[in-house]
């Protein structure tokens, strides 16, 4: 994977941060950089301007901290949808809308990144690694959230919707890191909106 900038302000933003959340900030950037594989504790010790022992004491093994990264990772996504209900209550198709537009705000970073849950993937082939499982209920639920948007909006087919909705997101996530479309963001948004006319979905946009 081609190697990626350091976020803008890093320098200065990580001395700051506390211990635990030090060792996260650099575990993030060499898994996303390098991969979940390739990245040992030294090296995230050593990004962490910390040690190998400090780093034990907050997270048991490497498999317990890239667990907690991800999990981090997926509350974001999580308190997307959570924004998206709040801001438009009782109206599925405009929280559906809000939550693609989310994911295309975020394509930027994603071209320049890369996906954490396709990056990670392909570093777990155990699926029972737990931060497998994570990710793999992380999606579940995310579809559950979608289907129930598309249900509130009256979809007629919320399921199928839902299912169509995800594999335009999740394209469009890969399209960005790989760079192979042009305006992700903006064909994106216009599929979604096209699932939702086509299922029959009332409401705001």
């Not at 570093?123 to 690694?129: E, I, K, Q, T, W």
Request: net charge neutral.
């Amino acid at each position: 994977m081609a190697s990626s900038p350091p976020r803008p302000g890093r320098d200065t933003r990580v001395p700051r941060l506390p211990p635990r959340e030090r060792i996260l900030d650099a575990a993030e950037e060499l898994f996303l950089r390098e991969g979940i594989r390739a990245v040992g504790v030294q090296a995230i010790a050593e990004q962490a301007k910390t040690t190998k022992m400090a780093l034990y004491r907050h997270f048991a093994t490497k498999d317990a901290l890239i667990e907690e990264w991800l999990r981090i990772v997926a509350a974001g996504y999580s308190a997307a949808f959570d924004g998206a209900e709040h801001e438009h209550p009782g109206d599925g198709r405009a929280q559906v809308l809000a939550v693609a537009r989310f994911i295309a705000g975020g394509l930027p970073d994603i071209a320049l990144r890369g996906c954490p849950f396709v990056n990670s993937i392909a570093g777990l082939p155990d699926r029972g690694h737990p931060a497998r499982r994570l990710i793999e209920d992380h999606k579940a639920t995310q579809l559950r959230r979608l289907t129930d948007m598309c249900e509130s909006a009256g979809v007629r087919a919320p399921d199928g919707a839902a299912a169509e909705i995800t594999f335009l997101m999740e394209g469009a996530q890969v399209s960005a890191q790989n760079g192979s479309v042009d305006r992700v963001g903006e064909r994106l948004l216009a599929a979604v909106e096209a699932v939702l006319d086509r299922g029959g979905a009332v409401g705001g946009r």
